[in-house]
Every structure is written in structure tokens, then in C-alpha cells.
């Protein structure tokens, strides 16, 4: 099974069928057990995460965020600018879901969403002047996979419904937009620096790294959130993470609606004066140090 979820599909050579349709759109599919080919599209994995599968996936595991990437992912280059996304790790030295048993899936309420989409492929589209996105689809019709010859007519959005896939959208929607915006931003805005890539994998994937940033004392004496926010928000992995796409919006593309403290920037003006003169200081007495053990006599 591969995923299919960026608005730029290679058409081409691959079984996404070349015809971008809306949620009307009647398919003939019914995945079922007992079906000949039951279990073939988790054999060989290539799936993409989103931050919502990603609590679900841990929550379901009982796992810290951190514990979930380590065991049961992979990052991989989601855009060449060095957006980063994730992806689940198949069996070691194999192509199969961890999460596969004979019965299927192991994981089914909380599947990700590009296992609830399969066979549809979703496109998700922003034009630079936009904000919000557009949404397709295209059918992905992969040979092994004889789902399609079932004798079940029904339309994509009916199919959405029945897998549920809409609140696994509706909450991977920030996340989409980030990427788009940094999609669609092109060259004036340019390649992101290390540490905003990094920011962004910790908000988008790594939750419990994230909470424990919300409550360090550097982001305390920059954002001015209030007391009962704070609470609803670090109590709740979905409120955090849909808080975390704000957060993102602000400091990669300054849609400022989190406020700051007032003396928030004077404050970091003087923490970087200190950090100068520190390294300043450092180098000295490291120069300092190095001239007296050249006038030093060697041992004998
Ligand atoms: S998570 Fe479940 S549905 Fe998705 S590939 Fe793994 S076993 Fe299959
Ligand atoms: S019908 Fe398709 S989706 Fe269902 S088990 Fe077979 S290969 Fe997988």
C-alpha cells in the first residue's frame, strides 16, 4: 500500500488512475475478509503519517510520542527544502506492517489516514494568493488489489464517511496548510533554517517534546497565553497539537495570534547581549589560556 497525499501526483508509470474527481464521484470498491487478497496491500508498506495518526497511533500504544517515532517510524524528506515527514517503519528487513495480523489490521480504530483513504487518493491544493486549501481525489488501482472487481458501487464521500475519515482530515488540516504555505511561498521566503525544521518536527510530531517546550521557562517569558488555556491545552494532545499549528504559523510565516509579553522582545535583546558577552569572555580567557601554556616550560 503507498500513500498518496501531495498535490503534485507523478501521474505517470503509477496506478493512481490520471482523472481528479470530487467526493460525488461513484467508485466500485469493497474491501472484505475472505477476500483473495486480503492482507496484500499491508505487505508492502510505504505510508505517510500526519500528526493526527500519530497521537492516535500513540495513544493507542501507550507510548510517549518520542518512544512511537523511535519504534515505529521513519523520517523521510517531505518537500526538498527539507520538510521532514514521517513514516511508519514495516517489519525489520521486510516491506509488511508491523501492525498486520491474520485477522487484518491490529490498529483498526486508529488507522492513519492514508490506510482509511486506500484506495482513494487524496490531493490537497492551495493557490499562492489562497489560504485555504482545495481538496480532490484520484483513484489508486494497484493490481494486487482486487477490491475493485467487488460488486460495490458507492460515491467517494460516501466511502469517506463509512472509513471515517473526516475528523482525521479536519484535524491534519493546519499541518496541511503549513506545508503548502511553505510550498507555495517559493523563493522569497526561502529554505527554512535548521532550527525552524527542527521546530517543525517537534510541533508536528513529536507532542510530548513539544508540551514540555509550552512549559519551559524561555516560551513562558515570550507568549503571553493565560492561566486556563494553558491548562486546557497541555491537558489535551489534540488541543496541543491543533495550538501547535498556530504556533507554527507564527514564528515560520508571522501570523501572529498568540500573543506576546510586552517585555517579551526586550527581554531576548538582553538575554543575546549576555549570551555575546559570555562567548566574548569565553574566548578571552581561552586565548589567555593558550598564550601562558606556550610560555609554559615543557616537562622534562
Ligand atoms: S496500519 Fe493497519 S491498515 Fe494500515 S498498513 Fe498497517 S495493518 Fe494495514
Ligand atoms: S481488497 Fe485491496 S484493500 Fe482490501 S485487502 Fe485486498 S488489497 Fe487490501
Redesign the pocket.
Known sequence: ?DTYMAADLPFHGSPVVPEMCDGSKSIRFQCRKGIACW?A??SN?D?SLTPYDILR?KQRLNLSSGEFLQQYTVPYELEKDGIVGVK?RPVENGTA?????PE?????ED??T??RY?PVALLSMRRQDEYTDTRSYALVKESHCLGHNEPRELTIDEYRSEQGVAEYDELARGWRQLILKKKSSGPSIGKPSKSSLQMFFMVCYDIDRFRAFVVSEGFNELYDLDMEETIEILGDDTRLMLFGFRFLKQVLFGENTIPLKEDAATKRMERYRDKLQKMEQEAVERRMAEQDGMYEEPDA
Not at 506492517?97 to 495480523?101: K, L, S
Not at 487484518?104 to 483498526?108: A, D, L, N, S
Open positions: 500500500m492482507n496491500c499491508c508498506i505510508i497511533l511508519l506492517c508491523r501492525f498486520m495480523t487484518g489490521c491490529g490498529v483498526y488507522r492513519p492514508s490506510c486506500y
